[in-house]
DNA sequence: GTCTATAAGGAGATAGAC
DNA sequence: GTCTATCTCCTTATAGAC
């Protein structure tokens, strides 16, 4: 870890980033990240102004290029095919290589961007949730386009709702991938990011291709829940 | 809301579960909690011990019973069955209805209890994650070995991955659902609870019927990422 | 740009009266 | 069991010398 070569600046940016990643905003202290990056509190300050402007600049950095590579890769896999609609395992390499990729880099940071990305989901601040909007609107849009394309007997509602579920399990796993390495007792390597991408698409695409109209069934023998400690005076069912 | 009705303990609870659901455990106050929960600070200690005793409390009230559903469905649907191996929806709907059903309560909490559940999946501290860990280790197991009879040649890492993608895209609708509402403009509806279950059953079992082994494909074309801002020396790929 | 020193307040937790 | 008052520590943030 070569201090000299790094400007104080990155060297905050990566602390702050470890940090946050590891403990979320507010569970992070600027004199932690001040002590891991080697400089003064007061630097940060001048630097980014306060804690919300470091976190800003953290995500700005990580997220910026991600998107841009999302846009790029899922237009580049557009290009090659001649304009026809894409599959939906391309579409869905386009999605989920990009961060599986940035977390696969071999560096120190490498845990630091994994946890990062899936801890920010779940961010409470509104800040921090704003800006994470503006970064993802752009290419959620460009995503259901092209799975509307693929399927256009999809229903949009439904196309929306599995966006969801597919970044939601992405970023569960990008988060937690040592809980999901220790559950599973090691037969699960999260580190094997090629073997996870192909995972990915493999359970995900027959699930896109079921484009029937849901029909919703009865369910009335799960009306009644097995405990009385529950309030569940409205049961929706 | 009859504050006389309700024992101190139990507001307590109800405030403090509130708190944790919308700003983690370290962004959330005892403070803020005792504020809520109408009651002196110095109650919640003589209750409580700490304030991750009060954590571990109101994760046990939800987490106790939602297990125990778990595995009474599970068993139920198992029971109706006959003993023969369920169908994946079938598995599904066991594993997907009670952390739905929970948050489809109509009462001041259900946005509470939903977003707690998602909340603390990703929650830093790892004594919340042991407790976490308990609650769901024997659900787990009971889910796996359901999916194992049912699909027979299926691979046992997938499987234990497929879980961990169902359960992070549960977690992460649990946890945001205003998000989702507002990102779909109106389009998804996440407080309907009946659709997501079925949307959610119909696009996660195609994905499970697959088994054949992995094969890796060769992926050159994706090495390049578009900008060099990035670090990325050694590229798995 | 970088530092020391410190402000100003919030945090978790407790002592001890009632 | 419940309260007031307080301890002690840590937090974000800033003022001002160099």
Redesign the pocket.
Known sequence: MPLTDQ???DRILDAAEHAFAEAGF?G??????VLKAK?????????F??????MEAVLKRRFGPLRQEHLEMLRAAQNSNGGRPLSVERILEAMLWPPLRLAACDSDQRHAVMRLIGRIVNEPSQQIQDILHVQRAEVREAFLKAFQESLPNAARADLLWRLEFVWGALTFILCNPKKIEQDSLGECNPRDTQRVLEGMIRFFSPGFQETRPTILRTRARIRKAPRSRQRRSVVIA
């Not at 992070?28 to 990240?33: K, L, Q």
């Not at 400089?39 to 630097?47: E, Q």
């Open positions: 400007s104080r600046r507010s992070a202290s600027m004199r932690h990240i400089v003064n509190l007061a630097t940060v300050y001048y630097y102004g306060s804690k919300n402007g470091l």
